[in-house]
C-alpha cells in the first residue's frame, strides 16, 4: 500500500539497473537537454549532498551526482558517454 520502507535493492528488479555519474561542464543545463538511451530517466540529483527530486525546470551543474533508472543493455553507453571522461 506504499507505506512500508523499502531498500532499493529490492525494488530495481529484472533488466532495470540503477546508474549514476558525476556532472561535468559539458553536462551542465537542462535536465532535458541531456542525451539519454532509451529506457533512461533522471530519478535523482545530489547535489552538494543535498537530496534533489528533479522537474522540468531543473538544471544540472557541474559536480552533481545524477541518478538514473536505465534498462540494464543501456549500462555500457551510459559508462562511455557519461561516466568517462573525454580523452
Known amino acids: 500500500e506504499g507505506h512500508d ?7 530495481v528488479r529484472d533488466e532495470a539497473r540503477i546508474f549514476s555519474f558525476v556532472a ?3 553536462h551542465e543545463g537542462a535536465l532535458d537537454a ?6 533512461s ?5 545530489y547535489r552538494e549532498g543535498k537530496f ?11 559536480n552533481d551526482e ?3 533508472i536505465t534498462h540494464q543493455n543501456n549500462l555500457n553507453e551510459l559508462q562511455t558517454s ?6
Open 5 to 11: 520502507m523499502l531498500e532499493m535493492s529490492t525494488m
Open 82 to 87: 557519461l561516466a568517462t571522461p573525454p580523452a
Open 52 to 62: 534533489i527530486v528533479p522537474d522540468a525546470q531543473t538544471v544540472i551543474k557541474s
Open 24 to 26: 561535468r561542464k559539458e
Open 34 to 39: 541531456l542525451t539519454l538511451p532509451a529506457q
Open 41 to 45: 530517466r533522471v530519478i535523482c540529483i
Open 66 to 68: 545524477v541518478v538514473l
